[in-house]
């Protein structure tokens, strides 16, 4: 269901108001609505938006909005995107405590300073000031340095329009930053190199199949196997010698009439 706006004139001016919440979120409760997006409906009044007091996720990306005043009440807001409108401040959100993304490219943002208000926002990790893809931009970010003094005023970001500045990942990030630069910069003059020489990478006897060795192991393997057959056969000669002296100790002697019986 598209929600409807209620018109403030008689041109595309659109001013929220509470039947048109409930009728797109299906609450019948403006404090229950958790989800909103409300992207490219020319708006220019957020009306009582500030009473959805449990959002979470709002998307308010391709509207005329000038001010955020009643997004001030929304302490429960995680994710905003007020991208491609006419902001010129921020302030409402220093009291938007859970805020952790904020998108706000395609604004009028013209300084650094005008982030201040959002320095106090511990959970604030993600922040988007221009987006190349969608063209979106603000004047602040026409300054080469301006990453680095928004890195510096608000310490705690993981990542500034789509590229990670701390945490895991950061350094991979400066790495195609750094070849980035390297490649786009005035080539000089190249210097040329001697030919070297193609050397293999092993030597060339390394692919020759070894030679071969006759029967070696065969031989060892029946040598071995004789000597133990020689072993067995002396051992069980042994054993004869053994059993024929044990006989003749216990065979009674010539003429001895003693006999014993068990």
Not at 31 to 43: A, M, R, T, V, Y
Not at 120 to 142: F, I, K, T, Y
Request: with cysteine; aromatic share 4%; net charge negative.
């Amino acid at each position: 269901m598209e929600p409807h706006g209620e018109r403030a004139g008689e041109g595309d001016r659109v001013r929220i108001t509470a039947q048109m919440l409930k009728a797109w979120s299906g609450e019948f409760s403006l404090e229950s609505i958790l989800l909103l997006k409300l992207c490219g409906l020319g708006l220019v009044d957020l009306g009582c938006l500030g009473e959805c007091l449990g959002l979470e996720w709002l998307d308010l990306s391709g509207n005329t909005l000038t001010h955020l005043g009643p997004l001030a009440s929304l302490r429960q807001l995680t994710v905003l995107n007020v991208s491609a409108n006419r902001l010129t401040g921020l302030e409402p959100l220093a009291s938007c405590e859970s805020l952790q993304s904020l998108n706000v490219a395609g604004n009028l943002l013209a300084g650094v300073g005008q982030l201040q208000c959002l320095a106090g926002l511990q959970r604030l990790e993600h922040l988007r000031l221009q987006d190349p893809l969608a063209r979106l931009s603000n004047p602040l970010c026409s300054s080469p340095s301006y990453r680095a003094a928004v890195g510096e005023l608000l310490p705690g970001l993981k990542v500034i329009d789509g590229e990670r500045v701390s945490g895991q990942g950061s350094e991979f990030y400066q790495l195609c930053r750094d070849l980035d630069k390297s490649l786009h910069r005035s080539p000089g003059p190249v210097s040329t190199l001697p030919p070297c020489e193609a050397k293999p990478w092993v030597e060339p006897s390394y692919w020759k199949p070894p030679q071969a060795q006759g029967s070696s192991i065969l031989e060892d393997a029946c040598r071995q196997f004789r000597d133990t057959i020689q072993e067995c056969q002396e051992l069980s000669q042994k054993a004869d010698d053994s059993l024929a002296q044990a006989e003749e100790a216990l065979r009674p002697a010539s003429g001895d009439t003693t006999s014993f019986v068990f």
